[in-house]
């Protein structure tokens, strides 16, 4: 019988955290602005990727829960490689330390992207809670030379956000994206706010035959926007 791997889970640098999500994540990106809380994962001494929390894209993040903006956060990235120790694992001691370096904190929230054959397995192997199905129908992003572009990047070029403006500038067949939304998850950090949220939760979305195909090791969410507190 093989041996377990030695696992040992602790603060990333940003350059460690950079380097997982570029290469680990489906994403293929590290979010370029802002602090996050970054929580490396090592086997055997080697490292295999990392855990990322920030304030999350959605300014009404934690308004359904009724907390104040630092009372809460969003987990952004898992990006690991290859790896024996089981992804829920890593996620729940990453958790602690998230929760010791900001005691303020009262809960995560957390997505698992519909457009990329995820249901949140991870979450539910971690008993997180499970709050619908978000987002299907929207537009947030376009087809332009093939590739999904995310509206705030067709933005950041100095493009309006139309397909229109789109198909003027940047490619004549660009199409519009809808997405098939994501999954949202949460999971408090003590039992009082448990208490509070628990009445939200639903019954978890099973595996599609997609999704049976093949692991999801690089779970995460959106991009965030604001700072939290900064670590590495």
Same mark, same amino acid.
């Given at each position: 019988?093989?041996?377990?791997?030695?696992?040992?889970?602790?603060?990333?640098?940003?350059?460690?955290?950079?380097?997982?999500?570029?290469?680990?994540?489906?994403?293929?990106?590290?979010?370029?602005?802002?602090?996050?809380?970054?929580?490396?994962?090592?086997?055997?001494?080697?490292?295999?990727?990392?855990?990322?929390?920030?304030?999350?894209?959605?300014?009404?993040?934690?308004?359904?829960?009724?907390?104040?903006?630092?009372?809460?956060?969003?987990?952004?990235? $898992?990006?690991?490689?290859?790896?024996?120790?089981?992804?829920?694992?890593?996620?729940?001691?990453?958790?602690?330390?998230?929760?010791?370096?900001?005691?303020?904190?009262?809960?995560?929230?957390?997505?698992?992207?519909?457009?990329?054959?995820?249901?949140?397995?991870?979450?539910?192997?971690?008993?997180?809670? %499970?709050?619908?199905?978000?987002?299907?129908?929207?537009?947030?992003?376009?087809?332009?030379?093939?590739?999904?572009?995310?509206?705030?990047?067709?933005?950041?070029?100095?493009?309006?956000?139309?397909?229109?403006?789109?198909?003027?500038?940047?490619?004549?067949?660009?199409?519009?994206?809808?997405?098939?939304?994501?999954?949202? %998850?949460?999971?408090?950090?003590?039992?009082? $706010?448990?208490?509070?949220?628990?009445?939200?939760?639903?019954?978890?979305?099973?595996?599609?035959?997609?999704?049976?195909?093949?692991?999801?090791?690089?779970?995460?969410?959106?991009?965030?926007?604001?700072?939290?507190?900064?670590?590495?």
């Amino acid at each position: 019988m093989s041996q377990k791997p030695k696992l040992r889970v602790d603060w990333a640098s940003h350059e460690a955290a950079k380097f997982a999500c570029v290469n680990w994540h489906y994403s293929g990106l590290m979010p370029s602005f802002g602090k996050f809380v970054k929580v490396g994962a090592w086997e055997n001494g080697k490292f295999i990727g990392v855990v990322v929390f920030g304030r999350g894209a959605n300014p009404s993040l934690l308004k359904p829960y009724n907390l104040l903006q630092d009372q809460g956060c969003e987990l952004v990235r $898992i990006a690991l490689r290859q790896h024996e120790t089981p992804v829920s694992k890593i996620l729940t001691i990453a958790l602690k330390f998230l929760k010791k370096a900001n005691p303020k904190l009262r809960l995560v929230v957390s997505y698992a992207d519909v457009d990329q054959n995820h249901h949140g397995g991870i979450y539910q192997a971690s008993n997180w809670l %499970y709050t619908g199905h978000k987002g299907k129908g929207s537009r947030s992003s376009f087809i332009i030379n093939g590739e999904k572009i995310h509206a705030k990047t067709v933005a950041s070029k100095g493009v309006r956000q139309t397909l229109e403006e789109v198909r003027k500038h940047l490619d004549p067949n660009a199409e519009n994206f809808y997405t098939l939304g994501k999954h949202c %998850y949460i999971m408090p950090l003590d039992k009082k $706010i448990r208490a509070e949220v628990v009445h939200l939760s639903k019954p978890y979305p099973k595996r599609t035959k997609e999704q049976a195909l093949g692991d999801q090791p690089s779970l995460g969410g959106a991009t965030p926007t604001c700072t939290l507190q900064p670590n590495g």
